[in-house]
């Protein structure tokens, strides 16, 4: 009897240190998840994309291929624009005034056109993938 | 280092992406036990336009040889419109016509659409889809959870929409459902992408080929169409389902 009290008692013991163990491990395992997270948000090299005038500077754009890329717009303009991109399977709104990001590639190289949806006589650009 | 931590996390979000799918398999399949009527309905993307407002038809219409369901005609009419950069909204009539019955207004819809993840910032892009429906001449409710998500393979795009179904009133029997339909499509050109779908849900489940495409009609303004042919599987579905939709985005 007092074997078997024991050996429940040892039993409790393991668990609750397991308990204490597993408990770091998990925030371990959740810090290291989050600074993987992290690292891929901040390993996603950025480009700026100025919209002023209704006109997209620069209006080249040239990005390696096999490289995901954040392009972070930014509109100078009062007004709002959108910028559209069949090619590249984009459709983002900036407002006036105001800034987004969006996220293009992988790509393949070759040229791959965009414009402002609100003035597509003047916003136009285009993406190079070298 | 970095390099290789982002490798680890595009691993992870790969690896999340490929169990969601397994999962989404297994219960496409289950669903044909599961969800009720016609399963065949359109492929939810998980993006939204700020800004956008939009009015939308879509019909259904089913046929079927004797032994299967009744002809039937399913139309929809909706005004949407996002709020903010993530969420949309939309509003639905919905009008049913049977091959013996008059056209009369079934029910109405809310619904709304969350873009959960930036496109393209992972390795596949999130949303979530509520539906709150009811009938008018009925008590009959249903409250629809759905889970979008949508892989580009460079002009290839595919997408799944997972959906869980509670159906409740004193005119149906309670119950849970389920319902997939999945989507894929080649981005030929902006105004014809031609693409396959697949939709499963109870008594009934479909495969075929569908074809959708946009057209500028000015700043802003956009007339999005898609026409398919489903085609039954199993001798408990329609035979072939055609579904239209026509869309004014302003």
Redesign the interface.
């Not at chain 2, 930036?118 to 910032?121: D, F, T």
């Given at each position: 009897m007092k074997a078997v009290v024991h050996s429940a008692s040892t039993s409790r013991k393991n668990r609750e240190m397991k308990k204490y163990l597993l408990t770091p491990l998990k925030t371990l395992s959740a810090v290291a998840v989050l600074c993987f997270a992290i690292a891929a948000w901040a390993a996603t090299p950025e480009i700026e994309l100025i919209i002023k005038d209704h006109l997209f500077f620069p209006a080249i754009l040239e990005i390696p291929a096999g490289q995901k890329v954040r392009v972070r717009i930014i509109n100078q303009d009062p007004t709002p624009e959108e910028f559209e991109s069949f090619e590249l399977n984009r459709e983002k709104l900036v407002i006036g005034n105001g800034q987004t990001v969006i996220f293009i590639g992988p790509l393949e190289p070759g040229e791959y056109p965009f414009f402002g949806e609100f003035y597509p006589k003047t916003a136009q650009g285009v993406v190079i993938v070298k | 280092m970095?390099?290789s931590?982002?490798c680890?996390?595009?691993w992870?979000s790969g690896l999340v992406f490929k169990a969601f799918m397994s999962v989404f398999v297994g219960l496409s399949l289950l669903s044909q036990a599961l969800a009720d009527g016609s399963a065949v309905d359109k492929v939810y993307h998980p993006?939204v336009?700020?800004?956008?407002s939009e009015i939308e038809f879509r019909s259904l219409f089913q046929e079927s040889s004797s032994g299967g369901k009744d002809f039937k005609q399913l139309h929809q009419v909706s005004f949407g419109r996002s709020f903010g950069?993530a969420l949309f909204g939309e509003v639905y009539l919905v009008g049913e016509r049977s091959r013996s019955g008059q056209f009369e207004l079934e029910a109405f819809e809310f619904e709304v659409k969350w873009q959960l993840t930036?496109?393209?910032?992972y390795s596949a892009d999130w949303g979530l889809l509520f539906e709150y429906e009811q009938e008018f001449n009925d008590d009959v409710q249903e409250f629809t959870t759905g889970i979008l998500v949508e892989k580009?393979f460079?002009r290839f795009?595919g997408t799944a929409n997972l959906l869980l179904i509670q159906e409740w009133g004193s005119a149906i029997k309670d119950e849970f459902e389920t319902a997939v339909a999945m989507q894929a499509r080649y981005?030929y050109?902006?105004a014809f992408e031609p693409g396959v779908e697949l939709y499963a849900g109870q008594d009934s489940a479909g495969i075929g080929p569908v074809m959708m495409g946009s057209v500028s009609l000015g700043?802003?303004k956009t007339l999005r169409w898609e026409a398919g042919v489903i085609f039954g599987l199993g001798s408990d579905s329609p035979d072939n389902s055609f579904r239209f939709l026509l869309e004014y985005e302003f």
């Open positions: - | 970095i390099e931590n982002y680890s996390c595009r992870l993006y336009d700020a800004l956008e950069q930036e496109q393209g910032e580009e460079g795009s981005r050109s902006r700043v802003r």
